[in-house]
């Protein structure tokens, strides 16, 4: 059974950082994509970034672009969200998602369609205080 795990979530003062983890169990992934998006009270559950497993082929949404990465350094089947400038508007319950096998879908249509995503985290909670 494959899951995915996320973790690092928390309280943190606006301008703050938080490390999102999201691990994998169940399979490898490679060249999947596998995505970050979050849901607030009240929101639909929006995209933040993404990329391939490997690291390669990131994304950020307007939201998350020069605030947030996706590092070089993940560990096999474990991927990183690094959030530095952290704002209250930014917390939302974080889940991570990835597909079951390779696409070549356009950016446009992959981090806004989240039926792309077989698989889904459970989610963890940021909360920014201002």
């Known amino acids: 059974q494959v899951q995915l795990v996320e973790s690092g979530g928390g309280l943190v003062q606006a301008g703050g950082s938080l490390r999102l983890t999201c691990a994998a169990s169940g399979r490898t992934f490679s060249s999947e994509h596998m995505c970050w998006c979050r849901q607030a009270p009240g929101n639909e559950r929006e995209f933040v970034a993404g990329?391939?497993?490997?690291?390669?082929?990131?994304f950020y949404t307007d939201s998350a672009k020069g605030r947030f990465t996706i590092p070089g350094d993940n560990a096999g089947n474990t991927m990183y969200l690094q959030m530095n400038s952290l704002k209250p508007e930014d917390t939302a319950v974080y889940y991570c998602a990835a597909e079951r096998r390779t696409t070549y879908y356009s950016n446009s249509y992959l981090y806004t369609t989240k039926g792309v995503y077989d698989y889904w985290g459970q989610g963890t909670q940021v909360t920014v205080s201002s």
């Open positions: 990329s391939r497993w490997s690291g390669t082929s990131t």
